[in-house]
């Protein structure tokens, strides 16, 4: 696997295809706790990718699906929303929020990914002796939160479907 410095902030990301793990200015030139553990972290993914983890395996299959559904899911409803005005039929408005869910199921898949290569950065740096006990602790407590952004993602991701439903089913009355 190739690192290479990539600009931006929180642009920290492993490339499977390219097999090229890439961290932000910030984190490349660093040797802060927190900036240790983002690229350990994401060397978790690289692992992933290497050992066939199913989780990443799918996500990695759920990308160019969820591409394409977020494109054109606003404006299906859109044109849904349009069309119940004439005929009553809300089919094409269910088929926008099928592609909207597309989203919310990549975000729940995304969770264990991330915890998983949070888990496993946490167990490098222990083991390798990288990081002392209170640096350790300090990885940790930055990992989980940063995984709990992909936790409030997902369950944003959830209600958003949710509301479209509740929407399309206000307005078939």
């Not at 492993?14 to 690229?39: C, E, N």
């Not at 597309?102 to 949070?118: D, G, H, I, K, R």
């Amino acid at each position: 696997v190739r690192i290479e410095r990539v600009n931006g902030h929180l642009s920290d990301h492993y490339a499977p295809s390219q097999k090229v793990l890439r961290l932000s200015d910030s984190v490349y030139g660093s040797t802060s706790v927190a900036a240790i553990g983002v690229a350990a972290h994401e060397c978790g993914h690289a692992v992933q990718h290497a050992e066939g983890y199913g989780p990443i395996q799918l996500r990695s299959q759920l990308v160019p699906i969820v591409n394409f559904s977020s494109k054109i899911a606003g404006w299906v409803i859109l044109l849904g929303v349009a069309m119940m005005s004439f005929t009553n039929s809300a089919t094409l408005c269910w088929i926008g929020i099928a592609l909207v869910a597309m989203s919310a199921l990549f975000a729940v898949v995304t969770l264990p990914v991330e915890y998983n290569a949070s888990q496993r950065a946490v167990a490098w740096l222990e083991s390798s002796g990288m990081l002392k006990d209170s640096e350790l602790d300090g990885a940790h407590e930055a990992l989980q939160w940063a995984a709990r952004t992909y936790l409030v993602a997902a369950l944003s991701a959830i209600v958003t479907v949710l509301y479209y439903v509740v929407l399309i089913n206000n307005r078939r009355r």
